[in-house]
T-cell receptor, first 112, second 114 residues
Framework: GENVEQHPSTLSVQEGDSAVIKCTYS??????FPWYKQELGKGPQLIID?????GEKKDQRIAVTLNKTAKHFSLHITETQPEDSAVYFC???????????FGKGTRLSVIA | ETGVTQTPRHLVMGMTNKKSLKCEQH?????MYWYKQSAKKPLELMFV???????ENNSVPSRFSPECPNSSHLFLHLHTLQPEDSALYLC?????????????FGAGSRLTVL
């Protein structure tokens, strides 16, 4: 079955700097890769996703890149702000028919 | 507010108690999920219901018993739990229109088993 590894487990950055979180997956059949953000006291919320037919997707300050050959994908947050502080989870699945497999999460702290 | 409501938000129970967690969504989604979130572990899928039918049971111990009376409501009945079952239990829903794997999560029910 699919296995998703996520690094780092914790990340601290200065406000305004960029943050990068990386994930690798094991099943080459996986073709859907979402990122979720979980703030304190809340459930995870989808912030961006990418499908295997594209290599990069951007939404304002966040972007995701996908390298299918290497089986890894990354979340990039630019110009970080204190409200970006949260736990971020990557996930992978094949199409829409198999359950998402999540990484262990990265706790991002943005220091003002 | 995501549209997925979980109650109670916090629950403390003894190992011999019987309690239930409730999840409700009015997003028109047809699939509902229970996930377990423990510290330093990936989110663990427990159960999946599509159109009220259970389609996934991820080797969950029988002390957890799900119930899905309709597409808007999902319950997790708990009995004779163990301390290691203490965790955040998350409910999620999805719709085939948005993609079966685009999940909307509730805020979770924090369970402590004494």
């Amino acid at each position: 079955g699919e296995n998703v590894e996520q690094h780092p487990s914790t990340l601290s950055v200065q406000e305004g700097d960029s943050a990068v979180i990386k994930c690798t997956y094991s099943d080459s059949a996986s073709n859907y890769f979402p990122w979720y953000k979980q703030e304190l006291g809340k459930g995870p919320q989808l912030i961006i996703d990418i499908r295997s037919n594209v290599g990069e997707k951007k939404d304002q300050r966040i972007a995701v890149t996908l390298n299918k050959t290497a089986k890894h994908f990354s979340l990039h947050i630019t110009e970080t702000q204190p409200e970006d502080s949260a736990v971020y989870f990557c996930a992978a699945s094949f199409s829409g028919n198999t359950p998402l497999v999540f990484g262990k999460g990265t706790r991002l702290s943005v220091i003002a | 507010e995501t549209g997925v409501t979980q109650t109670p938000r916090h629950l403390v129970m003894g190992m011999t108690n019987k309690k239930s967690l409730k999840c409700e969504q009015h997003l028109g989604h047809n699939a509902m999920y229970w996930y377990k979130q423990s510290a330093k572990k990936p989110l663990e899928l427990m159960f999946v219901y599509n159109f009220k039918e259970q389609t996934e049971n991820n080797s969950v111990p029988s002390r957890f018993s799900p119930e899905c009376p309709n597409s808007s409501h999902l319950f997790l009945h708990l009995h004779t739990l163990q301390p290691e079952d203490s965790a955040l239990y998350l409910c999620a829903s999805s719709s085939p229109l948005a993609g079966a794997n685009v999940l909307t999560f509730g805020a979770g029910s924090r369970l402590t088993v004494l």
